[in-house]
């Protein structure tokens, strides 16, 4: 695995658990408001500063009793090829597992439920399916998108979704679109864009436009709860 940082504890970030937070290296989106800019390149562009696997174990050996849950982030998860047999370590010495994803990799997430390697995945969902080429540089088949919803909705164990509002890839219209995709799932979290962090496009934040009053926040709630889903705003 490409490990580009770790965090020791965190309540929030696993719902109910003490969780570690492992951050891979290198994701396959371009989002302007990322807020783990040093994740995004590939591994190769940080190689001298990827973490040392084995040390991530003697932690959670240490830890066993304490902590609770891991929680596998990026970059993006799915992209690491020895994903799995570093998932089923986890599990093998106990802890709960919760995988964060962009649903760029359905088959990879399809192995993860079938393997019984994954206790809660959180899905970060961009915006409607005809506009993911505004994150997804090159070629990129967006139906994957929808793919790995309907795997989560039928075979998570637990599941969250997850968007964070800007402008263009959100609106009203758009999260009608969005709704009808994820209709009767049991948890939406729409998150506002902070503008005080550093994200992998700076520019991004200067301009006012992109950025939704808590109002509109709240109609967005109030469109995706149209969809028989249970909504929250961050």
């Known amino acids: ?17 003490l969780a570690c937070i492992i951050f891979t290296q290198g994701c396959n989106f371009s989002c302007p408001y990322c807020h783990n800019p040093d994740l995004v390149a590939g591994s190769k562009d940080r190689a001298g500063r990827l973490l040392d696997e084995a040390d991530i174990f003697a932690f959670l050996e240490k830890r066993k009793g304490f902590l609770e849950g891991v ?34 990799r359905p088959k990879v997430l399809e192995r993860l439920f079938e393997d019984a390697l994954v206790d809660c995945i959180s899905m970060d969902i961009k915006t409607r399916l ?16 929808g793919d790995s919803i309907r795997l989560i909705m039928e075979k998570a164990p637990d599941y969250e979704f997850r968007t964070t509002c800007v402008r263009p890839l959100i ?21 506002k864009c902070s503008r005080n962090v550093r994200v992998l496009d700076p ?12 109002e509109e926040m709240l109609e967005f709630k109030n469109i995706i709860e149209k969809y028989g889903v249970s909504a929250v705003v961050r």
């Open 203 to 214: 520019e991004f934040l200067t301009r006012d436009e992109h950025f939704f009053s808590e």
């Open 130 to 145: 005809m506009d993911y080429s505004l994150v997804a540089p090159g070629k990129f088949d967006a139906s994957a998108i």
């Open 71 to 104: 929680v596998i982030t990026g970059g993006e998860p799915t992209l690491q090829a020895d994903l799995l047999p570093f998932c089923r370590k986890i599990k093998d010495l106990g802890y709960r597992l919760k995988l964060d994803s962009n649903g760029s």
């Open 171 to 191: 609106s009203r219209k758009i999260l009608n679109d969005m709704g009808q995709m994820v209709r009767g799932a049991k948890s939406y979290i729409l998150q």
């Open 1 to 17: 695995m490409n490990i580009g940082g770790f965090q020791k504890n965190s309540l929030l970030d696993f719902p109910k658990t």
